[in-house]
């Protein structure tokens, strides 16, 4: 049984998600790759867990600078996806990486071969527990903002909440549409 919850947050309306008493999802509402039918939903306010996370994310928005280790976590996803995601777990507050920088640590976790930072790319893009697993602080090389699947609008707005330079950053130039 997965319990929800809503949350109404600064940048919009959050979507929780638990199962097992495990966090398994933040999506902002209207979110790319936001779970188009989750098994046995029950909206459930009350769960300890989703009310856990109500207050992490009121701390969070309150500039408090809550850790992502405090909450239950189990986000659902490959072995490579979980790798991922816990190395955004120890970005810091206020600081990015880049998609390299990560791809570069995984190598290093690893002890052997390349990852590509398209790889690390797909993971972050597929993150479901957005904030906590704050896959808003990854940008690209050269200082682009690409890709937020809650939207570059509020991946900047995050970014800004927790005091990131934002002078060395710009959006990507849209990519002419082809018929």
């Known amino acids: 049984m997965v319990r929800t919850a809503q949350y109404v947050s600064p940048i919009g309306r959050l979507h929780l998600a638990e199962r097992d008493e495990k966090l398994i999802g933040i999506w902002i509402e209207g979110q790319k790759y936001f779970p188009a039918s989750l098994e046995e939903v029950q909206e459930d306010a009350a769960s300890p867990v989703l009310r856990q996370a109500a207050a992490w994310l009121d701390r969070y928005f309150q500039k408090k600078r809550p850790a992502p280790q405090e909450l239950p976590l189990a986000p659902e996803g490959s072995g490579f996806r979980k790798e991922v995601w816990r190395i955004l777990c120890d970005i810091p507050y206020g600081d990015t990486r880049t998609y390299g920088e990560i791809a570069r640590m995984l190598t290093a976790r690893r002890g052997a071969g390349q990852m590509s930072a398209q790889a690390v790319g797909g993971a972050v893009g597929h993150n479901p527990i957005a904030i906590v697993v704050p896959c ?6 050269s200082g682009s903002l690409t890709g937020y699947a809650g939207g570059l609008d509020k991946k900047i707005e ?11 950053f710009f959006l990507p130039k849209k990519k002419p549409q082809t018929v």
């Open 158 to 168: 995050l970014l800004v909440h927790e005091g990131v330079d934002m002078k060395r």
């Open 136 to 141: 808003h602080r990854v940008v690209g090389t």
